[in-house]
């Protein structure tokens, strides 16, 4: 006998065509909707195929003496919610747009592991044994606050080869550790087998300056341990003019440089060291810039944008065309998207983008939209921008009022 299928029924295929349309549907609102939002808080927050955000009325009157607020909504279509983003508000502000070199000289706050003694056996290491990693930060030896290589030397020497006790700060986190030193017959002192960086120097490029203030922003990126790659953590810095004296041109594989001298004197303070750029304040500020309003990372197109850097030694400040493209709206760090260096000038005199020119602030449509931060190892001509509402949600300072 013959077993008889039944067909589905027509309410079951519709059920079932409705749920994967549904389903479809919310991956379209996933993929299109951003993880971070962006707009004035005299304007709208953006909607997206009909999909809008219930904006918090009493988040965008709080803002205090900053130019941005920040909360969590959620985006919904017909009232249904479809997803959750990050939401910052603006004030209309306008900031002095840089494109001058300066230099930095600055003290870690403890000292940054960078190496083992025995790197080809780091096992074997008193350091590594006592569980002390490469990118750890040393604030403590025996109680008591380290802020040089040589109070870490000078500390070990004390111990007469007992167990220290060593503070660390990891990811955020203090961690303590017990560490035996040894002692080097060659040098004839205790020592830990590690390898420490305690202060540094380096040149970059203003991005904006609040003319209200003197606070600037510049790089873009943080300045990193050339060894670890770890952000290192500045205690304390001076800020001071450059001059540039000339530019090794970049190719495929070998990054260009921007060549200069600190000029006599200090022209400022740096406060922090992020992932997003570095920040400090002029003293006096500036005042020869001319201010534009910042541009938010949802009015960023790809196409046609400008940038302004120093690259000779009379100091005049350069205009030079790129491209943007491969926008990432919901970046959050460094790389949001990509910038092509298009000016025949300044692939000429540098072969695209150079060290020192991280920070060249990017303006496209009368707007400061981001800086450059990074080139492309295998294409100089090719690099990646940040975001200007970034380096804004950065900085730990008041920024500037609203226009």
């Known amino acids: 006998m013959k077993k008889i299928l039944k067909k589905p029924s027509r309410l079951g295929v519709c059920a079932l065509s409705m749920i994967l349309v549904i389903t479809a549907l919310f991956t ?7 993880d971070r939002v962006s707009y004035y808080a005299d304007g709208v927050a953006p909607s997206f195929l009909g999909a809008r955000i219930d904006a918090d009325a009493a988040s965008l009157e709080t803002f205090g003496d900053s130019s941005e607020t920040t909360y969590t ?14 939401v910052s508000v603006f004030k209309r502000t306008r900031l ?11 003290a870690t706050d403890g000292v940054l592991v960078v190496g083992f003694a025995e790197s080809n056996n780091a096992s074997k290491n008193p350091a590594y044994i006592a569980g002390i990693r490469i990118g750890d930060i040393i604030k403590k030896v025996n109680g008591r606050k380290i802020s040089s290589a040589q109070e870490l030397t000078d500390a070990v020497e004390r111990s007469g080869g007992n167990a220290v006790s060593v503070v660390c700060e990891r990811n955020g986190n203090e961690l303590s550790f ?13 020592k830990t087998g590690i390898f420490v960086r305690d202060s540094g120097a380096g040149i970059g490029t203003v991005t904006y300056i609040v003319p209200e203030t003197g606070e600037f922003a510049g790089l873009g990126h943080g300045i990193c341990d050339a060894d670890t ?4 953590p500045i205690k304390r810095g001076t800020v001071s003019d450059v001059v540039v004296n000339g530019i090794v041109k970049g190719s495929s594989g070998a990054p260009g440089e921007i060549k200069g001298y600190f000029k006599s004197g200090k022209t400022g303070s740096l406060i922090e060291n992020t ?21 938010l990372r949802d009015e960023i197109h790809d196409g046609e944008a400008y940038i302004l850097c120093t690259l000779d030694e009379g100091g005049t400040i350069g205009r030079y065309s790129i491209s943007i493209g491969s926008i990432n709206r919901s970046a959050d760090a460094g790389k949001c998207f990509t910038v092509k260096i298009t000016d025949p000038a300044l692939i ?3 072969g695209g983008i150079v060290q020192g020119m991280s920070g060249s602030p990017i303006i496209q449509d009368g707007k400061l939209v981001g800086a450059v931060t990074h080139v492309m190892i295998n294409d100089p001509t090719m690099g990646y ?5 970034n380096m804004l949600n950065a900085a730990q300072m008041p920024m500037a009022k609203a226009s």
């Open 348 to 350: 000429e005199k540098t």
């Open 275 to 295: 992932d997003c750029g570095v920040y400090g304040i002029f003293s006096p500020a500036p005042t020869c810039c001319e201010t534009l309003e910042i541009g």
């Open 28 to 34: 379209v609102y996933n993929i299109i909707i951003p």
């Open 229 to 232: 790659g770890c952000l290192i």
């Open 73 to 86: 909504a959620e985006y919904k279509l017909l009232g249904v919610p479809i997803k959750e983003v990050s």
């Open 385 to 389: 921008g940040i975001f200007i509402e």
């Open 178 to 190: 017990n560490l035996t030193p040894y002692f080097s017959k060659d040098e004839g002192k205790y």
């Open 96 to 106: 002095a747009v840089g494109g001058m070199p300066f230099g930095v000289k600055f």
